[in-house]
């Protein structure tokens, strides 16, 4: 390739390099950030170990299986030596709650992992060979902040999101391994939260034990995503109106507030029409009341389907005993048979909770109106 072009005038201007048109195929594609990264050990791999070490991950065993394969990028996919790595905005300015804003469009994992495999085909046409290489959009051992801030992404929030100083921390993260050598972005060194800990301090279910320190098991996101039991009793006033993951420590950052982007119009992470101005009370309602086919039919493709139904409806019970009323007592006593126990669990909960803050409490058998 010719390392510089003859413009039209006569000048010579210099050619593209095969990076700057990889980001603007990026940006093309719909990716909002893009950066490079050669492959190697992950800076964070004693991070992560401690955080193991701390029990901080919960259930999510498949974190601790093989902590190695999360310490060294080349390991993922052999043969490739530099990752292409992109974000992609699920929209920081819409309206918060019930259900965190990445989850109430389109799967992102399909949809970046598709559109990165159109990268993967654009630069093999580009190159004029195939390029071995794969996409990865968590869906492999990689700690992908890591990588994300080594191509410059952003920097580790106290919140431990990773926060781009013009994008806020509202976007996914993805890369394309490829088995070529691309030049490396400079990595994103500085850290912009200073002495700001909003964040740590808005958390309501105190999941921070400091700053870049989260207890998943005490996340919002994760009780109500990837924990499979009840939610505890000390935990759960704390979930308040979350139905499906949290925002609160994204909502309160400055970063967010100055620079969160509007969606674009027709997005894939547009909400789905289910949670379109539908307040927490009324989406509880409408979970627990789901039948299976209804909830295939919502959901199909969204992200918030790697919650089963039974585990919406146990989130669902759970804000119910935070702010339902009376009102809400006879949907909750049509399911105190519920075929999962955790449901039973968290129903029979909820019905004690409205009743306590003065509800009536007198199940149908007992001659309650339904
Ligand atoms: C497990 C997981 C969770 C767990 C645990 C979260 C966590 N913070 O670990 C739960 C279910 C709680 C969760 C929640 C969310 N998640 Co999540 N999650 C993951 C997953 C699969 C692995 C994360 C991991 O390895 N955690 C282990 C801990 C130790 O790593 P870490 O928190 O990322 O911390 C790193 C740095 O902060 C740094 N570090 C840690 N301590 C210190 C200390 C110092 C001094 C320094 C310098 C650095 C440092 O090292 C760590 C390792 O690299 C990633 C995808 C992936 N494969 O990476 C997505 C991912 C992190 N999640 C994502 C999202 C969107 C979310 C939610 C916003 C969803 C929601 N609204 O409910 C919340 C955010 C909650 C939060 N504050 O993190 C995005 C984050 C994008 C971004 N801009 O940061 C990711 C990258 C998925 C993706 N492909 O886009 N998640």
Same mark, same amino acid.
């Given at each position: ?18 990076? +700057? ?23 964070? @791999? ?27 990028? +080349? ?50 046409? &580009? ?15 990689? $700690? ?9 992404? %952003? ?18 993260? %993805? ?19 200073? /002495? ?39 935990? =759960? ?5 979350? $139905? ?13 507030? =100055? ?7 027709? /997005? ?12 927490? +009370?009324?989406?509880?309602?409408? !979970?627990?009341?789901? @039948? ?5 039919? @919502? ?28 009102? *809400? !007592? ?6 105190? *048979? ?23 409490? &007198?199940?149908? /058998? ?5």
């Amino acid at each position: 390739m010719s390392a510089e072009a003859t413009a039209s005038h006569g000048t010579a201007v210099p050619a593209l390099t095969l990076e +700057r048109r990889i980001e603007r195929q990026a940006y093309a594609l719909g990716f909002d950030l893009a950066g490079f990264v050669r492959l190697g050990p992950a800076e964070t @791999a004693g991070h992560f170990d401690a955080w193991l070490a701390r029990g901080c991950e919960g259930e999510m065993h498949y974190l601790a299986r093989d902590p190695a394969l999360r310490h060294d990028t +080349r390991r993922p996919h052999p043969g490739a030596v530099s990752a292409i790595v992109v974000g992609m905005d699920y929209g920081g300015h819409e309206p918060t709650g019930p259900v965190a804003r990445y989850a109430r469009g389109d799967d992102y994992h399909d949809l970046m992992k598709d559109r990165l495999r159109q990268l993967h085909a654009w630069l093999s046409t &580009t190159v004029g060979a195939e390029v071995p290489g794969r996409a990865y959009v968590d869906t492999a051992p990689i $700690l992908e902040r890591d990588l994300a801030r080594r191509a410059g992404l %952003g920097w580790f929030g106290k919140n431990t999101t990773l926060i781009n100083p013009r994008r806020g921390s509202y976007f996914f993260i %993805g890369s394309l391994f490829v088995a070529i050598e691309l030049e490396p972005s400079a990595p994103f060194d500085a850290d912009r939260c200073g /002495s700001c800990t909003r964040c740590l301090d808005a958390c309501p279910t105190e999941a921070f034990d400091g700053p870049r320190a989260l207890d998943a098991r005490k996340c919002i996101s994760y009780l109500t995503i990837e924990h499979r039991g009840a939610i505890a009793e000390e935990l =759960r006033a704390g979930i308040g109106e979350w $139905l499906y993951g949290c925002d609160v420590c994204q909502e309160v950052c400055p970063w967010n507030a =100055r620079f969160g982007r509007e969606l674009p119009a027709h /997005s894939a992470f547009s909400p789905r029409p289910i949670f379109v101005d539908t307040d927490a +009370r009324t989406l509880a309602r409408q !979970l627990l009341t789901m @039948a299976p086919d209804d909830y295939a039919a @919502a959901f199909r493709g969204s992200a918030i389907k790697r919650a089963k139904l039974w585990m919406l409806q146990r989130n669902a019970a759970a804000v119910l005993a935070n702010v339902g009323t009376d009102e *809400d !007592l006879p949907v909750l006593y049509a399911l105190r *048979d519920h075929d999962h126990a955790v449901v039973r669990e968290q129903v029979r909960a909820a019905v004690a909770q409205i009743v306590q803050r003065g509800g009536e409490g &007198t199940p149908p /058998s007992a001659g309650h109106p339904t």
